[in-house]
């Protein structure tokens, strides 16, 4: 410090003493402050962290649960589809068996019996007006003005398998 004696340079080295130490004190507890503050943030961001992670994996969990639920409804639901079409497949092929079996008896006495029974219950539905004529298939049609009765034997042969549908599920439930 120029223009001041050697003596009051002197004399004011306490002073300067004291302030350095109270600067270095405060310096201290602000370091001190700023490392709890630090820590305090570093323990708040980690867990918040570790709130953001166990959140993520509930909500992974959750989609998992939910994508495995979706995949598993959509296996049953193809796996049911498939013993529907083969039930559905097997009532046909019944239904055709029938339809083949009545066909082999054409012209036997039994067959003729069978069409002329068939024969009587269309006038008796349809009136004695009805006209009755064979079907192509076997059995036979009735027709009466705008009113029909199919009597053939496709229609009569899955009648039968539908009106007998208990015994021909247990066909494949057994």
């Given amino acids: 410090m120029k223009g001041l004696r050697e ?13 350095r130490a109270d600067a270095r004190e405060e310096a201290e507890e602000i370091k001190s402050r700023a490392a709890e503050e630090v820590e305090a943030v570093l323990a708040a961001a980690q867990q918040r962290a570790d ?14 649960k ?9 296996a049953r639901r193809e796996a049911n589809e ?8 097997l009532r046909r092929s019944l239904v055709d068996q029938v339809v083949l079996a009545v066909q082999r008896m054409r012209g036997e006495r039994r067959y003729t019996a069978w069409v002329d029974h068939l024969t009587r219950r269309c ?3 349809l009136g004695p007006e009805a006209t009755v ?17 199919d009597l053939s034997v496709p229609v009569l042969a899955a009648a039968t398998v539908e009106a007998h549908a208990v015994e021909v599920r247990q066909l494949w439930t057994q």
């Fill in 7 to 19: 003596e009051v340079l002197v004399a004011l080295d306490p002073l300067r003493e004291a302030l």
């Fill in 51 to 64: 709130e953001v992670v166990a959140d993520a994996e509930a909500q992974g969990t959750a989609g998992a």
């Fill in 66 to 74: 939910a994508a495995a639920a979706l995949r598993s409804a959509r």
């Fill in 82 to 89: 498939l013993v529907l079409a083969k039930q559905e497949t």
């Fill in 123 to 125: 006038h008796e539905a």
């Fill in 133 to 149: 004529t064979p079907s192509p298939s076997g059995g036979v049609i009735g027709e009466v003005g705008s009113r029909r009765l």
